[in-house]
């Protein structure tokens, strides 16, 4: 984990080194502060042949402890300069980092992650880390030496002195040691209860125009609330731990200071100590368990820290299932697609309630799936909800990769294609039709950056987009609104269409996405299909009856496997379950989903 994060640094190392070097000028310089202030006392206000004072030495030590501060205020400045630069920097290399893996992910690595956590993980936990980069960098360094020199010059004024400080360290290190071990646990299942808070709110933002359709606010509030509760009263759980560090403290640094008066007086009538080294000793005093405090906080945000870097680095250290391979085919031959006992499952993580994977288990998708399509084929694809469709289209562009058997596209099994090029010529339209903000062109030009306005326009013309675009005070030019929010399901679904065609596949598939338009529409654009783009193979996936009942061939998907393969009428004097598709949709006016 920490050679991963390391390896983040990059182009911040120097910045990185020269923060615990400046830190450590830093200390060293101020460690002789109150040695000096001690000559001041002693040689300065007390001094001179009267006892009077001397003028000159107070002069003298005054000028040589105000260089020392001037020279600690400079190396702390260069070192928390270049703290922030290091830290910010690291921040931005690991949140640059995710995001380029995760841009690799197939849809397999999707699925491990939940888009919560994955938000929780380029946020919260960065952030986390950012801070303790930062701690490590000065406060790691500057109060292990802080402790190191205060004790070594309080040895060196007066040794006897000093066994004060070291019965104050042991029983101040015992009781923030029982606090660290309570709390530490208590970390690690904050984080599980982030990602749980920002699903509440992703879930209730996406879906706000369910939400008030159904008026369900009282009951997403009641759910965000529990979310919210649950972290709050961890971290109170927490907080109300660590707060017993102050008050410990607290008693510790009065004990000493009430150590140091008595055992002080009676030094100093003694002639064995100074007034001035006395109160040099208090200063230090409060240094060495100030860094003792400072020690035991850093070693709570650092193990803390540690579970924020175990969820990035499982991000970071994730591999895409799905790679191109070094002796890649970068071209399509044709339009042809044949699966050959094809079998597939999906993977799904069991988690505790600390967001541990303790378990894996399997959920068949496809079992022994087989048949092919000729170049410029358009074939149907039909069955009830979960019957393994979509899964089966994810396997023509290679979105998932087979458990068992071949997937072939153009002849050439589609794991021996360089997955760009075989995403260019095989175009697939997602059943959860998604649009980016920027004009209704920026997201046409998705399909095909370089696109003319003129190509925009004929692919809006197949897709049936065009005149409702044409109707808008902005044309092309009109800007849609995040998740287009200002369009129509249906004119969502075509604009996605028209943004596959203009990537001039091979391949098309079509995964119930025109179940938003109208019957009109729909055959409109199925027509456009066949007449306008005949050489292209279109794989139509639907629930609807209308929407394949002229395809060459119409594919009957049961249970993960194929129930029938043949044209609207073979099927409709052969096959059970389309008779009964038939007779619920187009006799009945009903849908789909088989009756288990």
């Not at 380029?100 to 986390?128: A, E, H």
């Not at 660590?242 to 100093?268: D, K, R, T």
């Not at 208090?282 to 709570?300: C, H, K, N, R």
Request: with cysteine; net charge neutral.
């Amino acid at each position: 984990m920490f050679k991963t994060l390391l390896n983040n640094v990059g182009e911040f190392k120097r910045a990185s080194i020269l923060t615990p070097v400046y830190t450590s000028l830093e200390v060293l310089v101020s460690a002789f502060i109150p040695y000096v202030t001690a000559s001041i006392i002693d040689k300065g206000i007390n001094g001179g042949e009267t006892g009077q004072g001397d003028m000159t030495n107070v002069c003298l030590y005054g000028g040589l402890m105000l260089a020392l501060a001037f020279l600690s205020l400079f190396f702390g400045i260069q070192a928390g300069t270049n703290s922030a630069y290091a830290s910010t920097g690291f921040a931005y290399n690991l949140r640059d980092a995710m995001y380029k893996n995760i841009q690799t992910f197939s849809f397999s690595n999707i699925d491990r992650f939940s888009s919560s956590g994955l938000i929780t993980r380029m946020t919260t936990d960065v952030s986390n880390l950012q801070n303790a980069f930062q701690q490590i960098l000065r406060a790691s360094v500057r109060a292990p030496l802080n402790l190191i020199f205060s004790i070594f010059m309080c040895v060196f004024i007066n040794w006897k002195m000093s066994i004060i400080f070291i019965v104050a360290m042991v029983i101040l290190g015992c009781a923030l040691f029982f606090i660290i071990t309570k709390t530490v646990k208590l970390f690690s299942q904050v984080f599980v209860k982030y990602d749980d808070l920002n699903k509440s709110v992703q879930e209730n933002i996406q879906a706000i125009r369910v939400v008030k359709a159904f008026v369900r606010e009282d009951y997403e509030n009641k759910k965000f609330k529990k979310a919210a509760e649950a972290l709050y009263k961890l971290f109170v759980k927490t907080e109300s731990l660590q707060a017993l560090n102050h008050p410990i403290m607290n008693l510790v640094v009065y004990g000493c200071i009430i150590a140091l008066s008595w055992f002080g007086a009676h030094f100093i009538v003694a002639g064995e100590l100074t007034t001035g080294e006395l109160t040099s000793m208090f200063a230090y005093v409060m240094t060495i368990l100030t860094s003792l405090m400072m020690l035991t906080m850093i070693f709570v945000n650092i193990t803390m820290s540690a579970a924020n870097g175990r969820r990035v680095c499982q991000v970071l250290d994730e591999k895409a299932d799905i790679t191109s391979p070094p002796d890649a085919v970068t071209s399509v031959k044709d339009g042809s697609v044949e699966f050959d006992d094809v079998s597939f499952s999906y993977n799904q993580a069991i988690a505790d309630q600390d967001g541990e994977v303790k378990k894996s288990v399997t959920r068949p998708a496809l079992q022994h799936v087989s048949f092919k399509v000729s170049p410029g084929e358009t074939i149907g694809i039909i069955g009830g909800t979960g019957c393994g469709k979509s899964t089966l289209a994810s396997m023509v562009s290679r979105l998932y990769d087979v458990g068992e058997g071949t997937v072939k596209v153009g002849g050439v099994d589609v794991r021996r294609y360089d997955v760009t090029a075989l995403r260019n010529d095989v175009s697939m339209i997602l059943q959860n039709n998604i649009l980016f903000s920027g004009t209704i062109l920026d997201n046409l030009r998705w399909g095909k950056s370089d696109a003319t306005l003129e190509e925009c326009r004929q692919a809006c013309q197949l897709a049936q987009a065009s005149e409702f675009i044409e109707q808008m005070p902005d044309g092309y030019d009109t800007v849609i609104e995040q998740n287009g929010a200002n369009v129509s399901g249906g004119q969502k679904q075509r604009l996605c269409i028209a943004r596959a065609l203009l990537k001039k596949p091979k391949v098309l598939i079509l995964d119930d996405s025109t179940n938003a338009c109208d019957t009109e529409t729909e055959a409109k654009i199925l027509d456009a299909f066949n007449n306008k783009v005949p050489d292209i193979t279109k794989i139509i996936i639907s629930q609807r009856i209308q929407s394949v009942q002229h395809a060459n061939r119409i594919i009957i998907m049961d249970s993960g496997q194929i129930n029938g393969i043949g044209t609207h009428e073979q099927l409709l004097k052969s096959n059970a379950i389309y008779q009964e598709i038939h007779k619920l949709q187009i006799e009945a006016g009903g849908d789909f989903d088989p009756k288990k």
